[in-house]
């Protein structure tokens, strides 16, 4: 069946250093993943997305990576700030509408 | 949250009673999404529906649950005779169409306890 999963459950950073946070899919037939932050008590927020037939997407801050070689996805925050600790989902879509969440990295923005 | 509306925020039932979550989408959204959170883990998808209709419940449990979403009004989530398994945090998301980016905004959940 399908599964997402996380190489780190918790990742540590220094203020302003750049984050890399990894996700591993087993799915070859995905073809559109998003990353999600859920701060404590929230419900999750979008951060970005992207297609099976891109590489890399950017956004403010964060970039996606994905290798479809060896099925593996990697959300990157530049200059890591204390409001991006939260914990972050790689989220595959799956069959029909639903998406596949793996379990989650926790982010801790030290000072 | 892009305005997708969740209550109650927090629910205590005891076991065997019926809970009953409501979801209101982002204005305008047609498609509603509920999925399941357990303490320390990811999101596990319950059931997908557009107005009027459930296009796919294949992630939730065959006895107790149901959804729906109505013509007029939230969506709602009903779990009959909960029991103890079914604490968790309920989150609802909205999404406008099937569109090419498939963006789901999430309420800020309801988080269930059965006592």
């Known amino acids: 069946g399908e599964s997402v999963g996380l190489h780190l459950p918790t990742l540590s950073v220094q203020e302003g250093d750049n984050s890399i946070i990894n996700c591993a899919y087993s799915?070859?037939?995905?073809?559109?993943f998003i990353w999600y932050k859920q701060e404590s008590g929230k419900g999750p927020q979008f951060i970005i997305d992207i297609r099976s037939n891109m590489d890399k997407r950017q956004g403010q801050r964060v970039t996606v990576l994905l290798n479809k070689t060896v099925k593996h996805l990697s959300l990157q925050i530049a200059a890591t700030q204390p409001g991006d600790s939260a914990v972050y989902f790689c989220a595959e879509k799956g069959y029909g509408q639903n998406f596949v969440f793996g379990p989650g990295t926790r982010l801790s923005v030290l000072p | 949250n892009a305005g997708v509306m969740q209550n109650p925020r927090h629910l205590v039932r005891r076991r065997g009673q019926e809970a009953r979550l409501r979801c209101s989408p982002v204005k305008g959204h047609s498609h509603v999404y509920w999925y399941r959170q357990l303490p320390e883990e990811g999101l596990k998808f319950m059931v997908y529906l557009q107005k009027e209709n459930i296009i796919d419940e294949s992630g939730m449990p065959k006895e107790r649950f149901s959804a729906e979403f109505p013509k007029e009004g939230p969506s709602i989530l009903r779990i009959q005779q909960v029991v103890r398994g079914d604490s968790a945090a309920y989150f609802c998301?909205?999404?406008?169409?099937?569109?090419?980016?498939?963006?789901?905004?999430f309420g800020p959940g309801t988080r269930l306890t059965v006592t």
């Open positions: 799915n070859s037939a995905s073809d559109y």
């Open positions: 998301a909205s999404s406008q169409s099937e569109s090419y980016s498939y963006e789901q905004y």
